[in-house]
């Protein structure tokens, strides 16, 4: 089992079970704005990978390589895997168009700590070689990897008895840190330097040390997915990326939305919304606060935030649903990414 970041499961699963016998679910794509604004310009990136030693620290690394028990070049590998993380990210999103530069000795400290910065000329190079607007350099990556076993005698239920059996647990926690800066050679700009920590881990649970081990994935195989993992992260740092976000609706309320929900699940949206419509006026509270929260669903599916966000507000003014409330607060939080997204890709 792989995870990427804990969090307490139950209590995030715990509305969902409360709201089921009402509620059912849509699963919609949105376009997320990056946290930073590159200038408009840049749209063709080179992704170089900048964080190898350079000449005479190779040993150190060696070295370090043989106390940790890491294995030689694992870096590197992932490193490399970083690059194709990120490109892949930028790829795969509507912003920016990414290639990997590769045959380019680009050399750093090997370490966490940064190189200088990249003298502009060789910039210049890079970007005219490769036919890009703008240079993204991974200039650090280190990494430390945390392998912990455990056991516990748990009961079991073997030929229909209970007995003590002794379980098996190992959990290998993987630390990726990388550092990634953005050259712009048209304004002798570096747009952004910054660096992070990006953390996956996996459990597993087994009969025996040796058959819980073999369920997990070699150190060198985890090193190099959470390198990959870490150019994603780093993609969605500097550019709008599509992500799926889940929204509630009402099912039930009486026959009719029963009907409705049918309808949405075959992606009849219109006749979903001819009953709900005429609902938002019922003399019941429930049933028109929920024929309300329904039409902001719809009006979001639709792309109309400000209309979304008036049904919400009328669900939960009108009709006192505090569910309404909550919706129409992410509605406005919505409505102020799209305005950061509409200058992100202009």
């Known amino acids: 089992m792989k995870t990427f970041l804990s969090r307490p499961f139950f209590l995030l699963l715990l509305p969902v079970i409360l709201a089921s016998c009402s509620t059912a679910s849509h699963q919609m ?18 992704v170089v990978n900048r964080s190898l030693p350079a000449k005479g620290e190779g040993v150190k690394n060696f070295l370090e390589g043989l106390v940790t028990g890491e294995s030689i070049g694992a870096d590197r590998d992932a490193s490399n895997e970083s690059l194709r993380g990120l490109a892949s990210g930028l790829n795969n ?13 680009l050399r750093g400290t090997g370490t966490r700590h940064w190189p200088e910065f990249l003298d502009w000329k060789q910039v210049d190079e890079l970007c005219e070689r490769f036919r890009v607007d703008a240079i993204v350099a991974l200039e650090t990556f280190d990494s430390d990897v ?45 747009v952004d330097r910054n660096s992070f920590n990006d953390n996956m881990s996996w459990g597993e649970s087994g009969d025996s040390p040796d ?7 070699s150190k060198r195989m985890a090193l190099n997915e959470s390198g990959y ?65 329904n039409m902001a669903l719809a009006s979001e599916v639709d792309g109309n935030l400000s209309i979304a966000e008036e049904w919400a507000n009328r669900a939960w003014q009108q009709h006192g649903l505090k569910k309404g409330r909550r919706y129409a607060d992410l509605l406005r939080f919505r409505m102020q990414e799209e305005d950061r997204l509409n200058i992100q890709m202009q």
């Open 211 to 217: 058959e819980v081990l073999g369920k997990l994935p």
């Open 229 to 293: 993992y870490s150019g994603q992260q780093y993609a969605r740092r500097i550019s709008p990326t599509w992500v799926y976000e889940t929204r509630s609706y009402y099912r039930k309320a009486n026959d009719e939305f029963k009907e409705a929900s049918r309808m949405v699940k075959r992606g009849n949206w219109n006749e979903a919304i001819a009953i709900w419509k005429k609902y938002t006026l019922s003399q019941d509270a429930k049933i028109a606060s929920r024929a309300c929260y």
């Open 146 to 190: 945390s392998l912990k076993t455990s056991s516990a005698d748990v009961e079991r239920v073997i030929d229909k008895k209970k007995v003590i059996v002794k379980e098996y647990y190992a959990d290998l926690d993987m630390n990726v840190r990388s550092g990634w800066t953005i050259y712009y050679p048209k304004q002798r700009q570096v």
């Open 29 to 46: 794509q949105i376009l997320k704005p990056a946290d930073i604004t590159l200038p408009a310009e840049i749209k063709q990136v080179g």
């Open 93 to 105: 999103n509507p912003r920016f168009t990414a290639v990997v530069v590769e045959g380019v000795e």
